[in-house]
């Protein structure tokens, strides 16, 4: 009875071994993990994965849509590219919509091709370019069409070239001083002695015709005594010969005269020949009204010799600034070029200020050039030693066809627009600039008054564009059947590619 039972359990393990191995055959024929096709090679007469030269009478290939030159006997996935695998007869016929292959194209730079279907050192496979894929990029030249909602979701902005004037934005800084126009000094052609002074401090203000000090001259009372006698003697000879008469008005001008010299006033010689009184001392007035900027300390009681600078007096109407521009600003400054004042004392207020004169010689230290400007100052607000800062604002171009600088795409070499041509369709333009100013810059070459020309968002347009030229490049330089891949087309170098970008 054991025996029995051992027999019958080693019958049952020998048919579940060969079912188990079975098992393990019929998955290594037609799982096939190994992707060694044996079945294919025993139903069609061959072994491997050759690709068979024609297929048999009645027998259905399949390819991948990306790679046609891959052929199977069944359905499977493209060692190449892992897409799924059609029947050949799915796809068109040559000559009836079949897409064909020009070459590939790295999907990193556009400039390097190759005949047969690589990847790049990154992994990714390279990009096939079709025939009526170049066709129309060449029907198109540079022009990318963009769908009007993809326009709006990218921003596009537009804005038309204009004819405007061009200003150089020059800023430096500078500092209030006296305007030298304005600077009187007072001094005295006659030797004195200061008996009283009524201008006491500097910084005093004074106007015109105030008096400063009085003075004593002997010199002055001797000329007053010759004056009021020719007067005299004149009017004595009212009735004598014309030759006598003449003589002694003579002699009363010449008196006069000699005071008006030294500086008296008219009004106060009319009134010494009216009261015929000898004033001992005169009083001295300003010539000008101002602020005291000098005066001599201990002045009364001084004695004065002719040409002593007794007191110095600016008129504050007008204050120069003083400023400092370099070399490659000064050709587009000139005396009566405007300019806005700025001042930390009063916040948001602009002053006027226009250039007064421009100093010969250039700071050897500085490289710099001193510029004068005039400031008006009504008012008095502004005072000598105030820093402040100065915008120029000068025409460089008059009615120049201008654009956004934010509109030019810049490679180092070449200046690029992108043309709004309307409709979604775009352009990018070659141009040739000019001079740049308050963020606008000349055109000089490449586009016309009126063009639209985009401000934002040009970078993503060019780079379509840039795609399309290199198609348009490659397409006159298709590598050979047996060209080795990853050959760089020499039409399509980086920089004709605005690689830049």
Known sequence: M????????????????????????????FADPWNLHPVDGWLGGGGGRATPPEAAAGEQLWTCPMHPHVLEHGPGECPICGMDLVPVDALPAVGEGEREVLFYRNPMDPTIISSVPMKDEMGMDYVPVYADQAAAAVGAGTVVTIDPVVVQNMNVQSQPAELRDLRRSIRTVGYLEYDQERMVTVTTKYLGWVEKVYANYVGEPVRRGQPLFEIYSPELVQTEQELLSARDYARRLAEAAPEARRRAEALVDAARTRLTYWDI??????????????????????????????????????????????????????????????????????PGTPAEVGFTYFPGETFRGTVRFIEPEFSEKTRTLRVKLAVPNPGGRLRPGMFATVVFSPVAVPQALAVPALAVLRTGQRNVVVVDLGGGRFAPREVTLGQAGEGWVAVLDGLAEGELVVTSAQFLIDSEANLQEAIQKMISRQPA?????????????????HAGH
């Open 2 to 29: 054991k025996r029995t039972q051992s027999d019958a359990m080693r019958v049952w393990a020998g048919r579940l071994g060969w079912l188990a191995a079975g098992l393990l055959l019929a998955a290594f024929l």
């Open 265 to 334: 006033a008219p009004e106060q010689i009319a009134r010494l020949e009216e009261t015929g009184e000898i004033f001992r001392t005169l009083q001295v007035v300003a010539p000008a009204g101002g602020l005291i900027m000098r005066r001599v300390d201990g002045l009364e009681g001084m004695a004065v010799q002719p040409g002593t600078e007794i007191f110095h007096i600016a008129d504050l109407s007008t204050l120069w600034l003083s400023v400092e521009v370099f070399e490659d600003q000064v050709a587009w400054i000139e």
């Open 481 to 497: 059947a047996g060209a080795p891949a990853g050959e760089t087309a020499p039409e399509a170098s980086a920089e004709d590619a």
